[in-house]
């Protein structure tokens, strides 16, 4: 069975310093890839996502994640971190003969001024 | 423009009720999903349909009960409600059947359900 890994549940960075936000799966097949925000009391909004191609993606907000098939990662970047992106970030697997979407179990991040 | 719509955004009713939680796209999107969060954010799939046929059906009970009446809506009906059933529910939607494409779910934004 297909599963995401979320390292660290919670992330506290100082406005301005560099977000990292990692997230691995587990298979032999690379899936499709995504991440998502959900700000609070929010529905989840796509950040960005990667199925082929180029492995380094990026998406709104300033941020991107590389795919690195090798480490079987996909962790997720912003160099200056902003108060307006405490929120909590979810990766999520799909594969490509499969409807459903699994997600890890979310990272909280919170920015300190 | 709400891209995914859901109503109500908050539920608050007793157990053993029975209660709806309604969704619409207006994205065009012939699939259509829910999904629960529990109360460590963890996000789940319950259901999945595609043009009002049913094509995921999770392990969940009997009595979460979805129905599409027609490809932009897909209502969820859950009877004799517990108090293991208060989380947040998410509908999405997607542009056509995931399989083997690359298309994207979008979310709505939650209905928050407490069952006391």
């Known amino acids: 069975a297909q599963s995401v890994t979320q390292l660290g549940s919670h992330v506290s960075v100082s406005e301005g310093a560099l977000v990292l936000l990692r997230c691995n799966y587990s298979?032999?097949?690379?899936?499709?890839l995504f991440w998502y925000v959900q700000y609070p009391n929010q529905g989840l909004q796509l950040l960005l996502k990667?199925?082929?191609?180029?492995?380094l993606v990026k998406g709104i907000n300033g941020f991107e994640a590389e795919f690195k098939k090798s480490e079987t990662s996909f962790h997720l970047t912003k160099p200056s971190a902003h108060m307006s992106d405490a929120a909590e970030y979810f990766c999520?697997?799909?594969?490509?003969?499969?409807?459903?979407?699994?997600f890890g179990a979310g990272t909280t991040v919170t920015v300190r001024a | 423009d709400t891209a995914v719509s859901q109503t109500p955004k908050y539920l608050v009713t007793q157990m053993g009720n029975d209660k709806s939680i309604k969704c619409e796209q207006n994205l065009g999107h012939d699939t259509m999903y829910w999904y629960k969060q529990d109360s460590k954010k963890f996000l789940k799939i319950m259901f999945s349909?595609?043009?009002?046929?049913?094509?995921i059906n999770e392990t969940v009970p009997n009595r979460f009960s979805p129905k599409s009446p027609d490809k932009a809506h897909l209502n969820l009906h859950i009877n004799s409600l517990e108090l293991g059933d208060s989380a947040v529910y998410f509908c999405?939607?997607?542009?056509?059947?995931?399989?083997?494409?690359?298309?994207?779910?979008?979310f709505g934004p939650g209905t928050r359900l407490t069952v006391l």
């Open positions: 990667y199925t082929t191609g180029a492995t």
């Open positions: 999405a939607s997607s542009h056509k059947r995931l399989a083997g494409s690359t298309d994207t779910q979008y």
């Open positions: 298979s032999s097949v690379p899936p499709y």
């Open positions: 349909y595609n043009n009002k046929e049913l094509i």
């Open positions: 999520a697997v799909r594969y490509s003969n499969d409807y459903k979407l699994s």
